[in-house]
């Protein structure tokens, strides 16, 4: 009877350790979908309804309402990595529905706002929201998908990214024409509603929870130091970038950001672990991508001044005209990533950004005589390189990371995509106005010009629109170096794996 015993806990022992079966990656997908799909919708779908939003609160386009952007991306930016390391802590699954509970309840307060203030700091709350969901998706992914798939999986994530981007503005103004602003918010909350429910229903957590402490003051020094730093280039162009109060926040923001390693070395459960830049794959995928940012944000910040103010193009058609980019990155990105699980992702990433270094030097070319075919397919060729670049990159810097610290690494692919497409609207921005082309724009669509004069301000317009576009190429370029510079590291890893 004894020895039965003995063989029966034996084999409810040997079961107890059994890994816990997978969830079902198509359903995970699926989920990952619905959060990012709301993240990335409300990113865009604002802009094109603050006239009517400044309108409604009696406030004028320049000063407080540009926070009803603003607010979103600093909160979002600031606990990016926060947001990675607490999934590591605590489960990839329970950070996920925190971020889908902020994200939605922040959406109707945002869509009950009763003051400008009140949706400014509702929108903070949905950025909060916003980043817990961006930051745990690729982590969500990695884990669901057997290494062989990651690409692919990541280059099935980019379409719901590409689809939110490009929906954003025409939905936007659809439903600002038809209802009012407040809908675009409460749109969220039936999407955000099914979100929950297939989350508890379907999603397990096949993280385990490590029993480790928080580091407040490091999450604190993350935080000053990426919500000055976003600020500060989100508002450089319109205070001046000489102004002492914009000189301020920079000086915060490198003390607290200087600050920081000197903290995390120090501590034993720091909020970003340093070690993960000694691998050459993610250091170099983190740097690309930042890169990559920085140089393809220009796209879709500077090209709407170019149709519009330039060639005079209304909104709803400018808007149209811009879908191109979106619709050939969510074509392309699952087949690069597809073809990064078998031959690798350094000669696929340093190869599409090459292909978008040539598509941005071919948009710099645009003029006011430009047709709408030329305008098509340099977008397209853009596309193309950028969805050939970003799934096996972001399946390198994923692939690279430790399965315990999936959440940190995915939390850096969060916040490398937007620093990058910060730095990118204050440079692009910068160039475009000190070479007189925002000036310019502006005359050609108030003003009554002569045919001389218009001439002329078109001359500078294009002039300094080709020049920002050319600095973006020399980006790209560099990125397509730090992409090369990675090795072969990510295959021998993929092999093992």
């Known amino acids: 009877m004894t020895q039965k015993q003995n063989t029966l806990e034996a084999t409810i022992e040997s079961l107890s350790r059994q890994p816990e079966t997978p969830p079902n990656k198509w359903a995970v997908l699926i ?12 990113s ?13 609160f009696h406030v004028p386009m320049n000063g407080a309402i540009q926070w009803v952007i603003i607010a979103y991306l600093v909160a979002a930016t600031a606990i990016l990595l926060t947001a990675g390391r607490l999934a590591d802590m605590f489960g990839r699954k329970t950070v996920w529905l925190a971020g889908l509970i902020i994200f939605t309840g922040g959406s109707a307060l945002c869509g009950l706002a009763p003051s400008l203030g009140f949706l400014i700091a509702a929108r903070i709350l949905q950025g909060f929201g ?13 884990g669901a998908f057997p290494p062989q798939e990651r690409g692919r999986a990541l280059g099935l994530n980019a379409i719901t990214v590409s689809l939110g981007v490009s929906i954003g503005p025409t939905l936007g103004g659809f439903i600002t024409a038809y209802w009012t602003w407040r809908w675009i918010f409460f749109i969220n909350l039936p999407i955000g509603i099914l979100g929950l429910l297939a989350t508890l229903r379907i999603l397990k957590e096949t993280t385990p929870r490590k029993e480790s402490q928080f580091d407040p003051l490091g999450a604190i020094l993350l935080a000053v130091g990426m919500a000055s730093l976003t600020g500060g280039l989100s508002f450089g162009q319109d205070i001046g970038w000489s102004s002492p109060v914009l000189i301020s926040i920079f000086v915060l923001a490198a003390i607290a950001l200087l600050a920081l390693p000197l903290v995390e070395t ?33 796209v879709s910040f500077m090209l709407p001044f170019y149709l519009e103010e330039l060639r005079g193009i209304p909104t709803q058609n400018a808007g149209l005209l811009l879908t191109p980019l979106p619709i050939t990155i969510a074509c392309v990105a699952p087949f690069s990533g597809a073809l990064a699980d078998k031959i690798g992702t350094r000669w696929l990433a340093a190869g599409g950004l090459a292909i978008a270094c040539i598509g941005l030097i071919c948009i710099g070319q645009l003029n006011e005589k430009s047709s709408i075919p030329d305008i098509i397919w340099r977008l397209m060729l853009t596309g193309f390189g950028q969805a050939l670049f970003q ?13 315990n610290r999936q959440g940190i690494a995915s939390g850096f692919l969060a916040t490398a995509r937007t620093m990058g497409q910060s730095i990118s609207v204050a440079l692009s921005g910068a160039i475009f106005a000190t070479l007189g082309g925002a000036a310019a724009g502006h005359m050609l669509q108030v003003q009554q010009l002569t045919a001389t004069q218009q001439a002329e301000q078109q001359h500078i317009f294009t002039h300094s629109f080709q020049i920002a576009f050319i600095v973006c190429a020399v980006i790209a370029a560099i990125g397509v170096f730090t992409s090369l510079v990675r090795g072969k590291e990510e295959r021998r890893q993929r092999a093992a794996a």
Do not use: Y
Not at 31 to 42: E, P
Not at 266 to 295: E, G, K, T
């Open 31 to 42: 989920i990952n979908s619905v959060g990012v799909f709301m993240a990335t919708l409300d």
């Open 391 to 403: 799934s096996p990159n972001s399946s390198a810097l994923m692939g690279s990371a430790p399965s």
């Open 44 to 56: 865009s779908i604002v802009n094109i309804s603050l006239p009517k939003i400044a309108e409604n």
């Open 130 to 142: 916003g980043s817990l969901v961006m930051a745990v998706g690729p982590a969500l992914l990695t």
């Open 266 to 298: 120090r501590v034993a459960n720091p909020i970003i672990d340093f070690s993960l830049f000694r691998n050459r794959v993610f250091f170099s995928a983190n740097i690309s991508l930042i890169l990559s940012s920085m140089a393809l944000f220009v």
